[in-house]
């Protein structure tokens, strides 16, 4: 039979030299006893071992994961790993210390590294899926926590706490992301009040900026609120860590494109300017800052007017910003409206449904008319979107300005009609 079709319950009855790694001083005579206890025991005399003492014997298994490498033993330990982890998940976060996560966290590169005797790969490809298993585990529990507290005074922040030790690791920042858990970690991003809340803060802006490290949860990060919400924490936090770790968050999101615009949106560079003026002690913050502003000035060089106008559409915040009565920037601008199926036009007539604000209102029907004016199609593109209806409908609005560029819009389209019926 192939070793890595080996069952889980006959890896738990192996006979392990105990005594030989008490002898080599690999285990106490503490470790020796309670191993003793374990070894071999039922399902269920097992489970009442862990009722029993359960955090004593994840610490000697960890331990033991730690400490001896020989390919038999460490397949049985991540076995009785798994075992527990299905039955107690929460043994192993009732110690406090970051031993215990460090140490599982270990357990898959030490087998993926040859730290381990390799002598048959079928053997050890099964240690690594029984070390999968754990992690897994782990992750969904962790996940668990943050979407259905067990003890939402403490589940939460321990959870957090949990992924900050966890995520150092590259390969489990992959796990965590194919686990879809960033988007657990993006509500507890907001301005901090008290002590707790500040340390759960600057936890969770810490596993944002381990996640930042890594290429497909940036691209994920930046279909998010993400940084609008770490942009309101650093500029009204007063307490270093935080910002220092938010900046440097900031700097490894910046060199993406749609952050970089986004951050400039939100005003960063002026923020920036504001955390530089104050007294921090942190040298490293300092220096942080100074790189996240020439950063910030370098991108808004590249910035292209189209680029700047695109990101205010999309992010629904329209305000009278020079390009948009500016004859140059349509005529120069007016064929990059055809991206992505005339994405821009179609999100500027969603303006005039969804928003409230008439300075947004009134923007997106002057755009609308500019559109229509510049773009050969322009007339039959609007209307086809059925965008007519909806800019009638603001000619009735209780705003006089939203009113004015209402009516310029359907003047624009009607113009349209009665030069092409001339010209019929």
């Avoid at 924490?233 to 993406?256: A, D, H, Q």
């Avoid at 040298?283 to 060089?301: M, S, T, V, Y």
Wanted: hydrophobic letters at 40%; proline letters at 4%; aromatic letters at 6%.
């Amino acid at each position: 039979m192939d070793r890595a079709d080996i069952t889980t319950e006959e890896v738990l009855k192996r006979d392990i030299p105990w005594e030989t790694y008490m002898s080599a001083k690999l285990i106490t005579e503490t470790h020796l006893q309670l191993l003793r206890r374990y070894d071999k025991k039922s399902a269920s005399e097992r489970a009442a071992l862990l009722d029993e003492d359960g955090p004593a014997f994840v610490r000697v298994f960890m331990n033991i994961l730690s400490d001896i490498s020989e390919e038999e033993t460490v397949e049985y330990v991540l076995a009785v790993i798994d075992e527990i982890w299905l039955q107690e998940g929460n043994l192993f976060i009732q110690d406090k210390s970051s031993k215990i996560l460090t140490l599982i966290v270990s357990a898959h590169p030490k087998v993926q590294d040859g730290l381990v005797p390799s002598g048959e790969s079928s053997h050890s490809k099964s240690m690594i899926s029984n070390t999968d298993m754990v992690l897994n585990g782990l992750l969904d529990w962790l996940c668990s926590q943050l979407k259905t507290p067990s003890n939402p005074s403490h589940s939460v922040p321990m959870a957090i706490n949990c992924l900050a030790i966890l995520l150092r690791e590259p390969w489990v920042r992959v796990s965590f992301i194919q686990s879809d858990g960033v988007k657990l970690l993006i509500p507890l991003i907001s301005p901090a009040s008290t002590q707790q809340s500040i340390q759960l803060l600057y936890e969770t802006c810490l596993c944002i900026w381990l996640l930042s490290y890594y290429d497909a949860a940036v691209d994920y990060l930046a279909t998010t609120r993400v940084l609008p919400r770490l942009v309101e924490v650093v500029k009204g936090s007063t307490k270093e860590k935080v910002v220092r770790i938010i900046v440097l968050t900031l700097l490894n999101l910046l060199p993406k494109a749609a952050c970089g615009a986004q951050m400039i949106d939100l005003g960063l560079p002026q923020i920036v300017q504001s955390l530089k003026a104050q007294a921090w002690s942190d040298e490293d913050l300092l220096g942080a800052l100074n790189q996240l502003e020439d950063g910030l000035k370098e991108r808004i060089k590249t910035l292209s007017t189209f680029d700047k106008y695109k990101q205010e559409v999309l992010q629904g915040n329209l305000d009278w910003y020079p390009m948009h009565k500016d004859p140059g920037f349509w005529r120069e601008n007016i064929t990059n409206f055809e991206e992505n199926n005339f994405q821009i036009l179609r999100v500027l007539i969603t303006i005039l449904d969804t928003s409230s604000d008439p300075t947004a209102l009134s923007v997106a029907c002057y755009d609308l008319s500019q559109f229509i004016q510049y773009h050969p199609a322009g007339r039959i593109m609007v209307s086809d979107l059925k965008a007519k209806d909806r800019v009638m409908k603001l000619m009735n609005h209780e705003n006089a300005e939203v009113t004015r560029h209402a009516l310029l819009c359907i003047q624009r389209l009607f113009l349209g009609t009665r030069m092409e019926m001339e010209n019929g």
